[in-house]
């Protein structure tokens, strides 16, 4: 297509015979219908998380609703968007990611994901809306559904890859998370945390970003509550892998240990480092998060982390022998020197006190001191090589 359209249109495309020059049969507007039923059941769910005490509003339903804005020829290539944006704009937003992300799923080899908040009959509705999708189709005829913008790759429904969709909905026990105590899996997790990676999109139009970790997982975020943080986003933004490490911090949604999405954003910084083996040596640290040890390890604070950057400057600078560089569960950075004499270490606290400790080969007891002072630091490490 090639053509700019503005953010929230969702692009369908019928094809076959029974669709050319931008027809659109009657009978067929229920596969629109139950898209527009989908994300709605995403958005009350959204919409029940963010206010766990209070009932649905009754506009609700009638708010998130779908239009066609138009209908190009050739097939019927639909375009659809919401009729409001105002009332509920951010829950409708978050439900069609939602709802777009469960469609791929279905017609894919990807593990289905899980909605919040859901009761079991919903649980029921949602799956049965999403595998009635298609039902209308006949042989020659297809759906193309386009998740991620009108001009990307779309997922194909036809006769056969429906049937197999059906199949993969109706095998998964779990599909949506119920709220009830019962469930035999835990539903998603809210905690503090943070990720690095790099911010490689944008939309500020929804407040939504991507980040992209080191191992090329994307990690999609909200920053609603904080919009001053869009300046911040736009000098970090990225569309490749060279933009610049950043460190996002917020209220993380997880499940099973699994990195769901950022539901809010409390802090974006750009995490530097040197183009030095320390320089990435930091940056893996950096990208640890909490229970990295397997256990209750906590996350390497940036505090840490600038400080011990400072302190391995200051050692190389003094020609110091090199050290061992390791985290600590405590969310900081130990710098150590081990040799049959004995052992020197400096362990970087998570609020960027050093921490020093010596110990000589037949001493039983080793000293300690403290100290915020880097100089003294550095004096510290180099006393070990004299």
Known sequence: MGEEREPGVKRVRLTGARFEGGRLPVDSLIELQKYQEVVRIAAAAEWRQAHPDDKLPMD?????????????????DVFLIFEQTAIYAEYQAEAQDAA????????SDAPIPELPSLTPKEDVQFRETVA????????????????????????????????EAVERLSGVDDFLVAPDEGAKEPGLQVAEESLVGRVTALDADRMRFTLTLGDGEEVHGFYKTQPALLEDFRKLVNSTAEGPLTRI?????????????FRETSTVEQVQFDNTAWGARLAEFAALRSGWDGGTAEQITSTALDAAQKLLQG??????ERPGVFPTDEGGVLI??????GVRSIEILADGNFEMFSLSRGEKNGEHSETRDLTNAIAFAGAGNA
């Open 336 to 341: 150590e020197w081990s040799k049959t004499s």
């Open 60 to 76: 609700f339903e009638e708010s998130v609703s779908l239009t066609i804005d138009r209908i190009d020829d050739g097939s019927a």
């Open 315 to 320: 050692i190389d600078r003094a020609q110091i």
């Open 100 to 107: 777009d992300a469960i469609i791929v799923a279905a017609y």
């Open 249 to 261: 911090t917020g209220d993380l949604q997880t499940r099973a240990g699994q990195i769901f999405r």
């Open 132 to 163: 009635g999708i298609g039902a209308t189709l006949l042989p020659g005829q297809s759906i193309e559904f386009y998740p991620d913008g009108s001009d990307m790759s779309p997922v194909s429904i036809t006769i056969a890859t429906h049937k």
